[in-house]
């Protein structure tokens, strides 16, 4: 997990509130301080932690593993957005991209050549966390001289029945 200004913001947001509800039953600062480090994790990771990924698409970000990205598809946006920040795959040949991500999952229309083209290859992100979210997130990488020239990221409607 990284650890990003609004993961410190929302842990601190939770301590204040913790600390703000626990004073209103004891008054002694020291069993306040010591039941607010106490319950704050426990409130956060139960209660509002849950609450926000129902009604936003927050989410923890996790630092960009290979393994990770092959073997649990369903969590890569967690890393994704490291992937673009850090320009991880500009440049990457088509078999070094093949051994960080896999096989590519599916080939890019080409107006072009009227097909679908070799050098758009596509990968699924999987969904970001959320109660509406019906958005699905890729990501194409467009190869030039069998070199990723540059990633774009893109989302999909998603109907489920």
Request: charged share 25%; hydrophobic share 45%.
């Given at each position: 997990?990284?650890?990003?200004?609004?993961?410190?913001l929302s842990?601190?947001?939770?301590?204040i509130?913790?600390?703000?509800?626990i004073?209103t039953?004891?008054?002694?600062?020291?069993?306040t301080?010591?039941?607010?480090i106490?319950?704050?994790?426990?409130?956060?990771f139960?209660?509002?932690?849950?609450?926000?990924?129902?009604?936003?698409?927050?989410h923890?970000?996790?630092?960009?593993?290979?393994?990770?990205w092959?073997d649990?598809?369903?969590l890569?946006?967690?890393?994704?957005?490291?992937?673009?920040?850090?320009?991880?795959l500009?440049?990457?040949?088509?078999?070094?991209?093949?051994?960080l991500?896999?096989?590519?999952?599916w080939?890019?229309?080409?107006?072009?050549?009227?097909a679908k083209?070799e050098?758009k290859?596509?990968?699924?992100?999987?969904f970001?966390?959320?109660a509406?979210?019906?958005?699905?997130?890729?990501?194409?990488?467009?190869?030039?001289?069998n070199k990723?020239?540059?990633?774009?990221?893109?989302?999909?409607?998603?109907?489920?029945?």
């Amino acid at each position: 997990m990284i650890v990003t200004y609004k993961l410190v913001l929302s842990l601190v947001i939770v301590f204040i509130l913790v600390w703000l509800f626990i004073r209103t039953i004891d008054k002694r600062k020291w069993l306040t301080i010591i039941l607010t480090i106490i319950v704050t994790p426990i409130v956060y990771f139960y209660l509002f932690y849950p609450l926000l990924n129902i009604f936003s698409s927050y989410h923890h970000e996790k630092h960009f593993n290979s393994k990770q990205w092959i073997d649990k598809p369903a969590l890569r946006y967690e890393m994704i957005n490291e992937v673009l920040r850090n320009r991880i795959l500009t440049g990457k040949t088509k078999t070094e991209i093949i051994t960080l991500l896999g096989t590519s999952e599916w080939l890019s229309w080409d107006e072009a050549l009227k097909a679908k083209s070799e050098n758009k290859w596509n990968y699924n992100l999987g969904f970001k966390p959320g109660a509406f979210n019906t958005m699905q997130e890729c990501i194409e990488l467009v190869f030039n001289k069998n070199k990723v020239e540059f990633v774009r990221r893109y989302q999909i409607k998603k109907e489920f029945e």
